[in-house]
């Protein structure tokens, strides 16, 4: 018994589909420049901020990826088809943004002990386009980043795009005006602390969902409350609510209801007041049911304990 089926299989990030691609195209030309300029100009935070575009721009492919998976209609088999394919991609995206980190770090490190020339024009013109590009990338997500962990990953990265190149123009005018070599190094660091915060962010909520944690904002021992108050029940057990994927929270639980609803034939009643509570109140809109009798309680005490 639930309520809420009609989810359908358009996921959130489904409906932004041309703004990752917009996105992806200025971020793959915005990498091709870097290297160019890192490759003519000999930055190593040039470098740092392709590498991180390039990481960015896989990550995009991969999300772009996910969403045409996740838009397959559910099967017998995979019965909410390929949505947590999304949740998958996001993980992956965090752990390249961890590799490429490390990778920054350890060339600084070098670097900074033995700066190598630097051709600090080419360098602010490189990171002034970057910055243009990721500005105008940044506007296209930033209304719809809350509503899907691809989108909001996709953000998180422009916007560390974003800082790379305001690091990188810092550093090429700091060139230009002192000739202190080692904040091309500098700058590259700055770069990679930019990246781990969000990507452990972004792992930790990925991993959240896979691990069927309990959906951010929702407050189980509130549903509890309300789901006990409906008129007709009397307890709830087995309680669980979890996320398929972005914009997708469901819940199940085994409702407990007075012999007299289920004499008087009621219990559709209070299936359709449950759901339209959960939807309303905790956007709960795929919640499953199992109405119980009180008689029920030994039975479920022997399976469940």
Known sequence: MGAGHGHGHVTVTGAHRRRLALVLGFTASVFVVEVVGAVLSGSLALLADAGHMAADSAGIVLALVAVTLAQRAPTVRRTFGWQRVEILAAAANAVVLFA???FIVVEAVQRLFAPPEV???LMLVVASVGLV???????LLHREQSTSLNLRGAYLEVLGDLLG???????ALVIVLTGWRQVDAIASLAVALMILPRAWALL??????LLEAVPKGVDLENVRRH???TDGVVDVHDLHAWTITSGLPVLSAHVVVTETTIAGGDTGRVLDALGECLAGHFDLE?????????KHRAHEHAVHE
Request: charged share 15%.
């Open 100 to 102: 490429l980190a490390l």
């Open 119 to 121: 051709g600090s024009t």
């Open 133 to 139: 590009a990721n500005t105008a990338s940044l506007l």
């Open 165 to 171: 190149s305001v690091a990188v123009l810092v550093a």
């Open 204 to 209: 930790r909520d990925a991993v959240d969902v």
């Open 227 to 229: 789901i006990v108050r």
């Open 286 to 294: 795929h919640s499953t049911f199992q109405i119980e009798s009180t």
